[in-house]
T-cell receptor, first 114, second 115 residues
Framework: LAKTTQPISMDSYEGQEVNITCSHN???????ITWYQQFPSQGPRFIIQ???TKVTNEVASLFIPADRKSSTLSLPRVSLSDTAVYYC???????????????FGTGTQLKVEL | NAGVMQNPRHLVRRRGQEARLRCSPM?????VYWYRQLPEEGLKFMVY????????ESGMPKERFSAEFPKEGPSILRIQQVVRGDSAAYFC?????????????FGPGTRLTVL
């Protein structure tokens, strides 16, 4: 499984755009890049996933350069409620038909202030 | 559609006792995963199960820990003769047969405290 490196913490203010970059130099050809969000005392929540280029959904965008050795999670106009730990995960299917163990690092603690 | 359910939410045990953690996956999900999270750390994979089968238990300690996902009923993570080092948050997740790779739906967790 590819190792990921991301900043331990980031600070921001409400209304700003936040970009969290994750390095994964050893990413394999069939690996996807996935981001999860975790609030205190809760389980992680899937945010977004991509393989290459750019993916956008209602909460975030994910930018992946051509070499796929890094990725950037972009949160537009953050609010106080976006204060959480954000995990970057890299991996693919281990078995066909679904099912894959996820490898979490220590994540990035994002703190949003007024 | 109810999410992943775990109970109890909090569990206190004395050293040497047994802990049983339950997980009901989302309706229609046949894959169940258990993870453990120590304070200030990320989640660590323990075991992956499908109905009546353990698919991958590479993250589970060889002794005292066991998991099952019977044909009927919830998945159970069982810890025998608990020690203080077992104190952690235990999260269960589930996923469907089809869907985005690596998208798992997590429950609220069970916080185990061993006195």
């Amino acid at each position: 499984l590819a190792k990921t490196t991301q900043p331990i913490s980031m600070d921001s203010y409400e209304g700003q755009e936040v970009n969290i970059t994750c390095s994964h130099n050893n990413i394999a050809t069939n690996d996807y890049i996935t981001w999860y969000q975790q609030f205190p005392s809760q389980g992680p929540r899937f945010i977004i996933q991509g393989y290459k280029t750019k993916v956008t959904n209602e909460v975030a965008s994910l930018f992946i350069p051509a070499d796929r050795k890094s990725s950037t999670l972009s949160l537009p106009r953050v609010s106080l409620s976006d204060t959480a730990v954000y995990y970057c995960l890299v991996g693919g299917y281990i078995l066909t038909g679904g099912g894959n163990k996820l490898t979490f690092g220590t994540g990035t603690q994002l703190k949003v202030e007024l | 559609n109810a999410g992943v359910m775990q109970n109890p939410r909090h569990l206190v045990r004395r050293r040497g006792q047994e802990a049983r953690l339950r997980c009901s996956p989302m309706k229609g999900h046949s894959h169940v995963y258990w993870y453990r999270q120590l304070p200030e750390e990320g989640l660590k994979f323990m075991v992956y199960l499908q109905k009546e089968n353990i698919i991958d238990e590479s993250g589970m300690p060889k002794e005292r820990f066991s998991a099952e996902f019977p044909k009927e009923g919830p998945s159970i993570l069982r810890i025998q003769q608990v020690v203080r080092g077992d104190s952690a948050a235990y999260f269960c997740a589930s996923s469907p047969n089809q869907g985005a790779a690596n998208e798992q739906f997590f429950g609220p967790g069970t916080r185990l405290t061993v006195l």
